[in-house]
C-alpha cells in the first residue's frame, strides 16, 4: 500500500499548482520590473552555515541529518546565509547594488498546530551594496508592487515600517541604557498582545516611569506626532519621504511596535500584513548592514525581505483574486471513423506547431463521447474529421461555447484556429 | 567563515539560472500543448514509498534519515511513486486519460565521480489511463517536440525505440525460455558496450547457437529487417506508425538493444541520445501498465518519461542553443542634480507601471558614472533629468546603443518607452 504524505508537506495537484504557478508568475514580473535577477541554491547545505548565522538553537528547528559520507546537513530553513556564500564567492567582480531574487522552498522541524506546515516557498528579495535610504525605499517600494501585481490595495495590505536606529535613539532619549535596549526591543516587539511586556520590563529593573515613557513611545494614539519628529535629515526620514516620492506613501504605517525578532537588523524593518490582521505576516525585512561581513563573505551592506506563499495565497482567496481553474485545452480534435485518424494525428500536430494547446482521442470512440471529453478539458473549439469532410478538404469546426458549425478549409485552420484562440482567451470567462 | 556548499549541489547565480529557466520555459510551453497540466509534490517523502517500490537496495543511494518525529524519511529519488500515491487518491473522479507533468529536482547519494551531481531537476511527463499504441506514439511525439523547443532536430537527437513485448516474443522463437527473459535483457541491455554480455548468457546455460541468434537479433545490420517485421496490427507497429502520421519517423532509430535497465517497464521503451553518443541520454521512458497497480495506488495503464536538465543543458550548450546573457533592464533613470532625484523616482515607478524594466542610482552620483551603471546592465536606452529639463517639461531619452539622444516630452515618455523597447528586444543582439 502506498503512504501517505508527511505531516506538513503539501501535494501540489493541478488545480491547487495553479495558484503556485500565478504568486511565482506574477513574483517574477514585478522583480524583473525593478532590475532583479533570479538565482537559486541547493535545498540541502551544509548545516554550519545555519549554526554560524543563528546558533546552535537553530538545530532544535531543522530537518538536520548526517549523510552517508559522515557531513552533518540540514535541508534549508532560510535563503540567506546560501546568498552570503554565494555574493562572498563573487562579489569582487559584481557591480553594485546587486539585485538579486529567489524562490527557494524553505522547511522547518515546527512542532504542528492545527495545520501548520513543514515546508513553505518564500520570495527573497535582496539589495546588496548600498547603504543609502534610496535604498531602503526602494525594497519597500517592491514589495508593495508585489501586492499591487496581484490586485491587491492599500485597503487590502498594509506596510508597518520602523526603524531600530531611530527606536534605539528614542529609547536612550528616556533614560534607557544600550546594554537594555535588546531587552526593551523584545518588550515592545511583544506590546500589542501582551501586557506582560510591562512585567518583563519592571522585572529587568526599569522603572515605572521609563516604563511608561515605552508605552507611550508605542501607543497608536501619538503615532502621527512622533511620525513629524522624524527629520527628512535622517536616513529613516528620508526612506519615508522617498516612498511618498514613489508614490506609496498612502500604503505606509510607521509603527515603532515593529522591531522584528532577528538580532541582524541594523536599521529600517517593516512588514506586511492584510488590513484587516486576520493572517500573519505576508511578508517581513529589513536592513542588515553587518551581517554578510559577519557570516564571512563580502562586508557589505544590504537589506532585503522574506515573502511566503501561503499566507499570501490565503490573502487571495479570501479577496477572490486567485486563478479560476483553466481550460487545459484549446481545441480538440476527433475522428469520426478510424481511418479519419491519420488525418486527425497529422492535423493536431500541426495546430502544435502552431502553438495551440491540443488532445485528441488516444483510442476508437463515438464523436459524442470525444466531445465530452473536449468538454472536461475546457476546450473553446473542436475540429471533427470525417470521410466526406476529408474528401472535400474540409474540416467542421464546432465552438464548444457558442455552439456554432462551420466548415472550414483543411489548410487554412491553423491561422485561423490561432486568431480564434487568442481573441476567446481575453474573452470567455474561463479562458 | 562560509562553508562551501555540499559536493554535487550546484548553485545557479544569475547567469547558470538563465539556462535551467530556458530549458523550464521550453518544458512548460511544450507540454501545455499538449495538454498536459503541472504538478508537484513534496521534495522530502517517507522512506518507504521508495522501497515498496525498488526494494531495500535503493535504500545505499538515498538521501534518507530519521526526523525529529522518528519517522523514515527521503528525499525523493524519483517521482513516479509520489506521481502514484497522488493519482491513487483521486484517480476515480478525474477524466482519463490522465495528461500530468512536474519538474522535480530529484536526489541520490551517488559515490562521486568526475563532478557527477547529487541532484537534478527532471521532467517528468505521464499519461495515465490509456492502453491503446496511440498513447505510446503521442507521448513519445512529446519528448520529441520538446527537442524541436529546443531548437533541436532529427541531426542532432535520435529516438531509440524498442518494445519489451516484440522482444519477448523474438527470443521465445530463439527458444529462450521466459524464465531466462531477465537475465537476457540485462544482456541485451549492456550488449553494445560489452562483449561480456555473450559471457553472461553462456554462463547462464544458453547454447551458443542461442546466444549467436541473441547477438544476430540486436545486431544492427539487420535492424531494417527486424522492424520490417513488425506488423501494424501489433500494438507496437501501431504506434510507430502513428509517430509516422505524425510527422516524426525521420527522429526514429528502432533499436532492441533499448531494453531499460528497470523491472517495471511491460511494453514500449525509448530513450533519446544526442545523434553523435558523447553523452549520457537525454531522456527515457516507456509504458508500465502494471506498477500503479502494484504500488496499491489506481490500476491504470500508463507510460510516461523523464528527461533531466543536465545532459540536455550540455547539449544546449555545444550546439550554441543556450541563451545569451541578456540584459537586466530596459531603462536607466539618471538624474543630473540631487533636486532631480524626486523626478526620477516618480518617473521610474511610472515606467514600471507600464512593464518596463527600471533602474536608477541609489545614491548621488555624476552622470557619467549613471550610465555606467546602466551599460553594465545592458540597457538599451537611458532618461537623464536636469533641472532646465523639468523647466521644460522634458525628458533626455538616450539610446545606449545607437548613441543618439533626443528631448521628449515627459507626459509621452512611458509609452514611447514600451514601444521602443518592444522593438529593441526583437532587434538588438542581446535583447
Redesign the interface.
Given at each position: 500500500?502506498?503512504?501517505?504524505?508527511?505531516?506538513g508537506?503539501?501535494?501540489?495537484?493541478?488545480e491547487d499548482?495553479a495558484l503556485?504557478?500565478h504568486i511565482f508568475r506574477v513574483w517574477r514580473e514585478v522583480a524583473?520590473?525593478?532590475?532583479?535577477?533570479?538565482?537559486?541554491?541547493?535545498?540541502?547545505?551544509?548545516l554550519?552555515?545555519y549554526t554560524?548565522k543563528s546558533g546552535d538553537e537553530i538545530v532544535g528547528q531543522l530537518?538536520n541529518?548526517?549523510?552517508?559520507?559522515d557531513?552533518q546537513?540540514a535541508?534549508r530553513p532560510e535563503m540567506t546565509?546560501?546568498l552570503?556564500?554565494?555574493v562572498?564567492a563573487?562579489a569582487n567582480g559584481m557591480?553594485k547594488?546587486i539585485?538579486?531574487f529567489s524562490i527557494p522552498?524553505l522547511?522547518r522541524?515546527e512542532r504542528q498546530q492545527r495545520g501548520r506546515l513543514r515546508?513553505h516557498f518564500q520570495l527573497n528579495c535582496d539589495?546588496i551594496g548600498?547603504?543609502?535610504p534610496?535604498?531602503d525605499?526602494?525594497i519597500i517600494?517592491l514589495s508593495i508592487?508585489m501586492m499591487r501585481g496581484f490586485g491587491l490595495g492599500p485597503q487590502d495590505v498594509r506596510v508597518r515600517v520602523s526603524d531600530r536606529l531611530f527606536l534605539s535613539s528614542a529609547l536612550r532619549q528616556l533614560g534607557i541604557a544600550d546594554a537594555m535596549t535588546p531587552l526593551v526591543f523584545q518588550a515592545i516587539d511583544r506590546i500589542e498582545k501582551n501586557a506582560a511586556a510591562a512585567r518583563e520590563m519592571l522585572d529587568a529593573h526599569l522603572d515605572t516611569v521609563t516604563v511608561a515613557g515605552v508605552f507611550r513611545l508605542t501607543d497608536p494614539a501619538h503615532r502621527a506626532e512622533l511620525r513629524r519628529s522624524i527629520s527628512a535629515a535622517t536616513h529613516f526620514g528620508a526612506a519615508l519621504n522617498?516612498l511618498d516620492?514613489?508614490?506609496f506613501g498612502e500604503w505606509i504605517d510607521f509603527d515603532p511596535t515593529i522591531v522584528r525578532g532577528l538580532a541582524y537588523y541594523t536599521g529600517t524593518v517593516f512588514e506586511l500584513f492584510d488590513a484587516k490582521r486576520t493572517l500573519r505576516a505576508i511578508c517581513g525585512g529589513g536592513r542588515y548592514d553587518t551581517l554578510l561581513g559577519s557570516?564571512?563573505?563580502a562586508d557589505l551592506p544590504a537589506l532585503g525581505f522574506g515573502m511566503g506563499d501561503v499566507v499570501l495565497g490565503e490573502l487571495l482567496k479570501d479577496r477572490g483574486l486567485h486563478p479560476s481553474v483553466g481550460a487545459?485545452?484549446d481545441v480538440f480534435v476527433a475522428a469520426v471513423t478510424p481511418a479519419d485518424?491519420?488525418h486527425v494525428?497529422?492535423l493536431?500536430?500541426e495546430l502544435?506547431d502552431a502553438?495551440?494547446?491540443?488532445?485528441f482521442a488516444?483510442?476508437t470512440q463515438a464523436v459524442g463521447k470525444q466531445l465530452n471529453?473536449a468538454n472536461?478539458?475546457g476546450a473553446r473549439l473542436a475540429v471533427v474529421i470525417g470521410p466526406d469532410d476529408r474528401a472535400r478538404g474540409e474540416v467542421q469546426l464546432k465552438d464548444l461555447v457558442y455552439k456554432t458549425q462551420e466548415a472550414i478549409t483543411d489548410s487554412s485552420l491553423a491561422s485561423h484556429l490561432s486568431s480564434l484562440v487568442n481573441d476567446s482567451r481575453l474573452t470567455t470567462p474561463n479562458g
Open positions: 500500500m502506498i503512504s501517505k504524505g508527511l505531516p508537506f503539501r501535494d501540489f495537484p493541478p499548482f503556485r504557478a524583473a520590473r525593478y532590475g532583479f535577477e533570479e538565482y537559486d541554491g541547493p535545498p540541502l547545505e551544509p554550519d552555515l554560524a530537518y541529518f548526517v549523510d552517508k559520507g557531513r546537513v535541508l546565509p546560501t552570503a556564500r554565494m562572498g563573487r557591480k547594488p539585485r538579486w522552498q522547511f522541524y515546508e539589495l548600498e547603504a543609502g534610496l535604498a525605499a526602494e517600494a508592487d522617498a516620492e514613489m508614490g557570516l564571512g563573505g487545459s485545452i485518424v491519420e494525428l497529422k493536431s500536430h502544435r502553438g495551440l494547446r491540443v488532445e488516444l483510442n471529453l472536461a478539458r
